[in-house]
């Protein structure tokens, strides 16, 4: 590992300490080979002082084990009717699993307890058909189970719940993860499971709002063979985030220490649904400072920006703006205006090296030439020893003489010695609004 990586973990942890992060696994992961890296990465996360809470399922082996049976069964993961057979098998396969879950946290030397902490009532007839032991939540004990954080101790819940008769039924884990998340008013749910992250032609799906989410699904955009456990997920993400849980993740629980890269990481390697703004654009502060120098310093070095002062950048702190992800800085960009010339200059761009080759460059680029138009300018210009192909191919710059140059500029141009390559891009009208992504 390298320093700027541990420094990069480094910012996460005062943002971690003491909140609640809700682990879903599904059942398949509990049986996996990842199951043991699963508990050193919860492990990691107690150690942070992150308090955990595991709500675990158990479709794969009801299953298994009505298989080995011959039983028929009426539903597996609890979104469907649940018949007394079914719950018979259901109740024996999800207590091995919660006891398997707690043998591999004693084995990382983390103390878990079993939590009846959900109390259901039958989803009684929908549509016609009697859903029988099939439940759902009515309250989840917030207390129990904040009683056992506060304590250090690893609350465990099944897919089940009970009603003040001691009946059980039969619930949908990934619906009690919601549910408990939304009782302990937890920071994250995230679902390690075992159709892995969304992919969408190959590509990953990194990260969605809460609308998109829901787009998603309705339009039955997810790739046919993992469909139904993907939109099951996907609307259970997008319902935590609308009741207030800020991220939600979805996990391949098969990738070790996937748990750890996708937390302290800005990007992750999973997919997020978000309920607020997760990368944004805004004006830089003179806070920002520093982080802008730290951040273009090796850029600098390699002569493809321009060196600029602590002074330099305070005193025209109004024409820089950052990006963000995830509260962290991850690249930059400056317009400065020559009214005079009905021109402005697109300088300091620059996104992190960790954040390469996800099409950020462009967004900043975007950004400022809005910005531009909407401020009046007529052309965009930009100089560069080395990265103007990129301006050019993704810009839509072309190049010019330094004479084309706002005067003013020309003169710092010519002084710099840098003889950097003109680009200049005309804006056209647009009537559009600008405004921070």
């Not at 990738?255 to 830089?284: C, D, K, P, W």
Request: one cysteine or more.
């Amino acid at each position: 590992m390298q320093v700027s990586d541990l420094r990069g973990i480094l910012q996460y942890i005062p943002r971690f300490r003491d909140r609640i992060f809700v682990i879903a696994l599904d059942g398949e992961i509990v049986e996996s080979e990842n199951f043991s890296n699963v508990l050193l990465d919860l492990a990691v996360l107690r150690s942070l002082n992150v308090k955990v809470v595991i709500v675990h399922g158990a479709r794969h082996q009801i299953e298994q084990r009505a298989a080995r049976l011959g039983t028929p069964i009426t539903n597996a993961d609890g979104a469907g009717i649940t018949d007394e057979r079914t719950l018979s098998i259901s109740l024996d396969a999800a207590t091995r699993v919660t006891h398997e879950i707690m043998e591999g946290l004693t084995s990382v030397d983390l103390r878990a307890a079993y939590a009846n902490a959900i109390i259901a009532y039958p989803a009684g007839i929908l549509g016609g058909v009697d859903q029988q032991y099939t439940g759902r939540v009515d309250r989840v004990d917030s207390a129990s189970l904040q009683f056992f954080l506060d304590q250090g101790i690893i609350p465990v819940l099944p897919p089940l719940g009970f009603d003040g008769d001691g009946k059980t039924y039969r619930i949908n884990s990934d619906t009690v993860a919601v549910e408990v998340a939304d009782a302990l008013r937890a920071a994250k749910i995230i679902f390690l499971c075992e159709s892995g992250s969304l992919r969408v032609d190959g590509h990953l799906v990194r990260q969605l709002s809460v609308e998109e989410a829901d787009a998603m699904v309705k339009k039955h955009q997810l790739p046919s063979e993992h469909q139904r456990p993907l939109e099951q997920k996907l609307e259970a993400a997008a319902r935590a985030c609308r009741q207030g849980i800020p991220r939600v993740h979805l996990l391949d629980g098969h990738v070790n220490e996937a748990l750890l890269a996708e937390l302290f990481s800005s990007e992750g390697i999973g997919t997020m649904v978000h309920s607020n703004e997760y990368q944004h654009i805004r004006r830089a502060f003179k806070k920002d400072v520093r982080r802008i120098m730290t951040l273009i310093r090796q850029s600098v070095q390699n002569e493809e920006l321009i060196h600029r002062t602590r002074h330099d950048i305070v005193s025209r702190i109004e024409d820089y703006w950052v990006l963000e992800i995830d509260r962290n800085l991850a690249g930059c960009i400056a317009l400065h205006p020559y009214p005079e010339a009905g021109m402005a200059e697109l300088a300091c761009l620059y996104v992190s090296k960790t954040q390469e080759n996800a099409g950020y460059g462009r967004k900043l680029m975007t950004f400022i030439e809005n910005l531009a138009r909407n401020e009046g300018f007529k052309e965009l210009f930009a100089l560069s020893t080395q990265a103007f192909v990129y301006l050019q191919q993704k810009g839509g710059f072309h190049e010019a003489d330094p004479a084309a140059l706002p005067p003013r500029r020309r003169e710092k141009y010519e002084q710099s010695g840098r003889h950097s390559k003109v680009l200049i891009k005309a804006l056209a009208k647009s009537d559009a609004a600008h405004g921070e992504p």
